[in-house]
């Protein structure tokens, strides 16, 4: 593609390295692109509480698509400039659907408070026997009644044991299921947005405004959740370590995470 005018890139997995951490050489890259006059942004399935350890990281605070497209979060101001929920009629359908069609699997929500770090609204809140698929210290467990009784932009099923990719081929059989399947770890959890969300929707809310086509976009990323918005950018780009669903609908693939994948190509244009 000619020279991109907004990168995205998703974070675990392709922006962070293993240890959680962004590469020297990555974030030179990063920054050399943004002198160059490129926009960054963020396209992730965190979050927006999660964002901040990414931003410090980078020394700046890009736009971020948070919660697989559901929210559109700015850490500078610690701001949500949009959010799309499940409503709660939603969430019981989805609910009794879920666990009828994967049998001992439990359930989870992720709200939204009024900013990202609201301690007056508990945001990730779990039904009794719901097995974190990694360590979540902001846990809260209420009643299955209490968990389907408010809006949440994203209903997280698990079932330790199981692969995240069979989960949600079970469910995708079901074409009553009012939620956008898709999994960013295949360690027995799927995640639930609103209908016709992704990251892809997420994107074009943000270059819209900015008079950019999803044509100007470059976007990184490594599991099923980043392949609407692999497939719809102008050059997608898959991680050496990305999931093969992934890597079948990216333009390209570039090395791991933990070897500077997305500095690589983003040096053949600002460095």
Request: proline share 7%; hydrophobic share 45%; net charge negative.
């Amino acid at each position: 593609m000619t020279l991109p005018a907004l990168i995205a890139s998703d974070v675990d997995g392709t922006l962070l390295a293993d240890d959680d951490t962004i590469s020297p050489r990555t974030r030179a890259a990063i920054h050399a692109a943004v002198d160059g006059g490129a926009h960054f942004i963020l396209a992730t399935g965190r979050p927006p509480r999660w964002v901040a350890p990414v931003v410090d990281q980078l020394g700046f605070a890009p736009t971020a698509v948070c919660a697989n497209g559901a929210v559109i979060y700015d850490p500078a101001t610690d701001r949500v400039l949009s959010a799309h929920t499940l409503s709660t009629e939603t969430l019981t359908e989805l609910a009794a659907l879920a666990t009828r069609v994967i049998p001992g699997a439990g359930l989870a929500v992720e709200r939204l408070g009024a900013r990202a770090h609201d301690a007056a609204t508990p945001q990730f809140v779990s039904a009794p026997g719901y097995e974190h698929a990694w360590l979540n210290p902001d846990h809260t467990e209420v009643s299955l009644a209490d968990l389907l009784s408010a809006p949440a932009i994203k209903l997280l099923i698990r079932k330790t044991g199981a692969r995240s990719a069979d989960m949600a081929a079970r469910l995708a059989e079901h074409p009553q299921f009012a939620g956008d399947i898709t999994f960013s770890t295949d360690n027995g959890l799927i995640e639930v947005v609103p209908p016709g969300i992704s990251k892809a929707t997420g994107i074009a809310e943000v270059i819209g405004p900015l008079g950019l086509l999803a044509g100007d976009v470059l976007a990184f990323g490594d599991m099923p959740n980043d392949i609407p918005m692999l497939r719809r950018a102008g050059h997608g780009v898959a991680m050496g370590n990305a999931h093969p669903q992934a890597v079948a609908a990216a333009d390209e693939v570039t090395t791991a995470n933990n070897d500077d994948g997305l500095a690589r190509v983003l040096e053949r244009w600002w460095l």
